[in-house]
């Protein structure tokens, strides 16, 4: 399974959460036809075993509908973004979701550069920009430096944000690396 911040990670993570709900399914199912036929009742140890069984099909149920909707980059758009990143220098982090008690945003795409945060918001997400950029400020907490957040909707306003900003200093390179591993802290 690829790594979380990595390219195909969405991917990954919904096809593991599918397999899982259908093996416990599958799981259940097998249990209670061996109870129904094999002992005609449902009284038996096969039926508990279904019933713990129910505990992890339901939590990969709702972590696959959880991913569904959320769409990774495109083949195309992950090289156009890989060449946004060498071009600047930039760490990206890709396949981010974001989760508090309002709900989950998906960001197909984070570049994390000199102490700024820039977040690729994916289309067709109902939400304004100023909500999103509240969920990547989950980044700011326990940062000394407090880094910039920034929502754009397509690869076009990423580079044009890049561009925007000066070179990090040597010192702003290892405050990048801590602020990308909040990244991955904050998403699932």
Same mark, same amino acid.
């Given at each position: 399974?690829?790594?979380?911040?990595?390219?195909?990670?969405?991917?990954?993570?919904?096809?593991?959460?599918? /397999?899982?709900?259908?093996?416990?399914?599958?799981?259940?199912?097998?249990?209670?036809?061996?109870?129904? *036929? #094999?002992?005609?009742?449902?009284?038996? /140890? #096969?039926?508990?075993?279904?019933?713990?069984? &129910?505990?992890?099909?339901?939590?990969?149920?709702?972590?696959?509908?959880?991913?569904?909707?959320?769409? !990774?980059? &495109?083949?195309?758009?992950?090289?156009?973004?890989?060449?946004?990143? @060498?071009?600047?220098?930039?760490?990206?982090?890709?396949?981010?979701?974001?989760?508090? &008690?309002?709900?989950?945003? #998906?960001?197909?795409?984070?570049?994390?550069?000199?102490?700024?945060?820039?977040?690729?918001?994916?289309?067709?997400?109902? *939400?304004?920009?100023?909500?999103? *950029?509240?969920?990547?400020?989950?980044?700011?907490?326990?940062? !000394?430096?407090?880094?910039? *957040?920034?929502?754009?909707?397509?690869?076009?306003?990423?580079?044009?944000?890049?561009?925007?900003?000066? !070179?990090?200093? @040597?010192?702003?390179?290892?405050?990048?690396?801590?602020?990308?591993?909040?990244?991955?802290?904050?998403?699932?």
């Amino acid at each position: 399974m690829t790594g979380k911040g990595n390219y195909g990670y969405a991917r990954s993570l919904k096809r593991k959460r599918l /397999l899982l709900m259908l093996a416990c399914f599958a799981f259940i199912l097998a249990d209670v036809i061996i109870s129904l *036929v #094999f002992f005609q009742t449902k009284k038996t /140890l #096969f039926v508990v075993l279904a019933c713990v069984m &129910s505990i992890p099909f339901a939590k990969n149920l709702i972590g696959y509908i959880m991913l569904i909707r959320y769409e !990774p980059l &495109s083949p195309e758009e992950h090289a156009e973004a890989e060449r946004i990143a @060498e071009e600047r220098g930039t760490t990206l982090a890709y396949d981010i979701s974001v989760t508090d &008690s309002a709900g989950v945003l #998906f960001y197909p795409c984070v570049a994390i550069y000199n102490n700024n945060v820039i977040g690729l918001l994916q289309s067709g997400q109902n *939400v304004k920009k100023k909500d999103a *950029v509240e969920y990547l400020k989950k980044v700011q907490e326990g940062s !000394p430096t407090k880094p910039r *957040v920034v929502v754009v909707d397509s690869l076009k306003e990423l580079k044009r944000e890049l561009d925007r900003l000066n !070179p990090p200093k @040597e010192d702003q390179i290892g405050a990048d690396i801590k602020i990308a591993e909040r990244l991955m802290e904050i998403g699932f």
